[in-house]
């Protein structure tokens, strides 16, 4: 009987063809097998002189059992499994097989592990495979990764042979030499190839070229590969079928395992500010969320965005706010922290540079107002935004970083064109965040005709353009100060036109009353309405009195002689009543 296969795992199919090739070149021997090797599931049936030849714990199992005929040892502890086993026990029957770079480490581990060195035979395993692995400096970049890759399963024996070490430092050399020199294109192909690592010989890498001086955006391009392929569904996939896959297949073992990754990425990132896209980091900083990763690990990269938010776009800040679908609002608050990081590093900035932030503000101020402004314009169709967050995030910005409000204006006015059951005072809370002083004459020109805003901006509006027609040549800085002058003026004339509304109802109430008359009611009714018309029309009296804004004297009246038979000249009033 040259093998006996026991079949009860998923891996059956792969041993038995390894069994059978065995069977082949140890039936070519005329001697039958004296003893059954086990590994794993798989039996081995060889001749104890042919491995005793050439292994030195075999040999020692042997020789030291206090069995009288040892027919049966097991070695399922041999580093590569049973597909390795066949290739050591060929090497011991003399039969040729092939080194490669994806069985050699294993194959330097297993003659390791059976003591197959030169003090038992002459060019034994250990040596074959040393020759092998030496000449591995001399393969190209993939070769090695490969060898470095059939390590992972491997530990700790590859680590304690210095293999991993050993592969690690000639992988690093040829990354850091192709990096600066590149032999082929693209340039940056070497980044794909360190994808099929796993993280911690990924981290040793890259903590090596670190050491080794390479360039930063070298380094990130590496970490960008590397996170875009390992983390593909949730730092790539935006679309929302990379969230439903990740559900449907994971665990809360598969989440941590994506947790610990992403950590670990963060913890490698270079320090420098544009060393990576915020595009990246927002990406980064949403897979954290989702994931519940640590709060040091989310910090460190809203810390990140911060420091180059005047680089990002809209579309980085949506991909924090929305879920994977884009169907609601998914975290406003890191945007928050953000936002109010930037502006913490530009107050320092302005201090150190003895300049006032509330007076000016830098070129890339201006450019996060801008996409500040444009990203409320997103978030504010949403239902579900309350005033206060949107409120909260437009105030973050200094009202100086804002030449015109036309981009806040719009975002101002999409969010109550979303939200159309808002009452006046809700309306002003949301229109509180501009000035309209400072809107365009277009966007002044859309306000005033804008029925979804209160109706003290449409005056700030209004009034601001007449003013401008008032000053004809004088320059925008005179006018708007001028203009600034004027608010409490306008704060007036609001209140005027509330009391003019108010003039108004009474002067219907009235009309009402006098139609009621000339219907001519009955004698009764006729009594007691007679009894009521003083007290009517006093209180109306009363009313016009107080709403008459020249009861205290006017300019115009205030020379008139009461005794003189010339006609009083007209009063001019400000508002008419008819």
């Known amino acids: 009987m040259a093998s006996n296969f026991v079949k009860n795992n998923k891996n059956t199919g792969r041993i038995s063809t390894t069994m059978e090739r065995t069977g082949q070149w140890v039936f070519s021997q005329e001697i039958p097998?004296?003893?059954?090797?086990?590994?794993?599931?798989?039996?081995?049936?060889?001749?104890?002189?042919?491995?005793?030849?050439?292994?030195?714990?075999?040999?020692?199992?042997?020789?030291?059992?206090?069995?009288?005929?040892?027919?049966?040892?097991?070695?399922?502890?041999?580093p590569g499994g049973p597909e390795i086993f066949e290739k050591a026990a060929r090497f011991c029957y003399s039969v040729n097989f092939e080194i490669t770079v994806h069985n050699a480490a294993a194959l330097r581990c297993a003659a390791e592990y059976l003591e197959m060195s030169e003090q038992y035979y002459e060019g034994n395993l250990i040596g074959r495979t040393e020759d092998f692995l030496s000449h591995v400096v001399s393969m190209g970049l993939p070769s090695v990764v490969a060898v470095l890759k059939s390590c992972?399963?491997?530990?700790?024996?590859?680590?304690?042979?210095?293999?991993?070490?050993?592969?690690?430092?000639?992988?690093?050399?040829?990354?850091?030499?192709?990096?600066?020199?590149?032999?082929?294109?693209?340039?940056?192909?070497?980044?794909?190839?360190?994808?099929?690592?796993?993280?911690?010989?990924f981290k040793r890498i890259i903590c090596s070229l670190k050491a080794r001086g390479t360039k930063t955006h070298l380094i990130s391009s590496a970490l960008i590969t590397y996170a875009d392929k390992a983390l593909r569904d949730l730092v790539r996939d935006h679309s929302g079928t990379g969230i439903t896959m990740l559900s449907d297949a994971s665990n809360s073992e598969v989440r941590n395992q994506q947790k610990n990754l992403l950590e670990s990425i963060t913890s490698l990132l270079p320090p420098e500010k544009s060393a990576l896209p915020v595009n990246f980091l927002c990406c980064l900083l949403r897979s954290a969320i989702y994931l519940n990763a640590t709060t040091n690990c989310k910090n460190e990269l809203e810390k990140r965005i911060s420091n180059n938010l005047e680089n990002a776009t809209v579309d980085d800040l949506l991909i924090l706010s929305f879920t994977y679908d884009g169907e609601k609002i998914f975290d406003l608050e890191?945007?928050?922290?953000?936002?109010?990081?930037?502006?913490?590093?530009?107050?320092?900035?302005?201090?150190?540079?003895?300049?006032n932030l509330e007076e000016t503000c830098s070129a890339a101020m201006e450019r996060v107002a801008k996409t500040i402004d444009a990203?409320?314009?997103?978030?504010?169709?949403?239902?579900?935004?309350?005033?206060?967050?949107?409120?909260?995030?437009?105030?973050?910005?200094?009202?100086?970083?804002?030449?015109?409000?036309?981009?806040?204006?719009?975002?101002?006015?999409?969010?109550?064109?979303?939200?159309?059951?808002?009452?006046?005072?809700?309306?002003?809370?949301?229109?509180?965040?501009?000035?309209?002083?400072?809107?365009?004459?277009?966007?002044?020109?859309?306000?005033?005709?804008?029925?979804?805003?209160?109706?003290?901006?449409?005056?700030?509006?209004?009034?601001?353009?007449?003013?401008?027609?008032?000053?004809?040549?004088?320059?925008?800085?005179?006018?708007?100060?001028?203009?600034?002058?004027?608010?409490?003026?306008l704060e007036a004339d609001v209140s005027l036109m509330k009391e003019n509304?108010?003039?108004?109802?009474?002067?219907?109430?009235?009309?009402?009353?006098?139609?009621?008359?000339?219907?001519?009611?009955?004698?009764?009714?006729?009594?007691?309405?007679?009894?009521?018309?003083?007290?009517?029309?006093?209180?109306?009296?009363?009313?016009?009195?107080?709403?008459?804004?020249?009861?205290?004297?006017?300019?115009?009246?205030?020379?008139?002689?009461?005794?003189?038979?010339?006609?009083?000249?007209?009063?001019?009033?400000?508002?008419?009543?008819?």
């Not at 042919?50 to 502890?77: A, C, F, H």
């Not at 890191?334 to 300049?355: L, M, P």
């Not at 005056?459 to 004027?486: C, F, M, P, W």
């Open 152 to 201: 992972e399963n491997l530990l700790p024996m590859a680590e304690q042979l210095q293999i991993v070490k050993r592969c690690v430092d000639v992988t690093t050399s040829k990354v850091h030499n192709e990096a600066n020199f590149p032999s082929r294109s693209p340039a940056n192909w070497w980044t794909e190839e360190l994808t099929i690592l796993d993280l911690n010989s």
């Open 334 to 355: 890191s945007v928050r922290r953000i936002i109010t990081g930037f502006v913490e590093i530009e107050k320092s900035v302005s201090v150190f540079n003895v300049t």
């Open 375 to 489: 990203f409320l314009g997103e978030i504010g169709m949403y239902a579900e935004l309350s005033i206060s967050k949107f409120n909260g995030i437009a105030n973050l910005v200094p009202r100086i970083a804002r030449k015109i409000d036309d981009d806040l204006y719009r975002a101002v006015d999409i969010y109550l064109k979303a939200h159309p059951n808002l009452d006046e005072i809700e309306r002003e809370k949301v229109c509180s965040v501009m000035d309209p002083l400072k809107l365009s004459h277009n966007a002044r020109l859309h306000a005033s005709q804008n029925k979804r805003l209160p109706v003290q901006i449409v005056l700030h509006a209004l009034y601001y353009d007449q003013l401008k027609l008032r000053s004809g040549t004088v320059e925008d800085r005179s006018i708007k100060n001028d203009a600034v002058s004027t608010r409490i003026q």
């Open 501 to 578: 509304e108010t003039l108004r109802s009474e002067l219907m109430k009235m009309k009402m009353y006098i139609s009621d008359i000339q219907k001519g009611p009955g004698p009764s009714s006729t009594s007691k309405t007679g009894q009521k018309k003083p007290k009517f029309f006093s209180s109306m009296s009363k009313t016009f009195g107080k709403l008459n804004p020249f009861r205290h004297g006017s300019k115009d009246t205030l020379n008139i002689d009461d005794g003189s038979d010339e006609a009083p000249k007209p009063r001019r009033r400000r508002f008419s009543i008819s």
């Open 33 to 78: 097998t004296d003893i059954i090797v086990e590994v794993g599931e798989a039996n081995f049936s060889l001749h104890k002189f042919m491995l005793v030849e050439k292994s030195g714990y075999i040999r020692r199992m042997i020789m030291e059992t206090d069995e009288p005929d040892l027919s049966r040892i097991n070695l399922s502890d041999i």
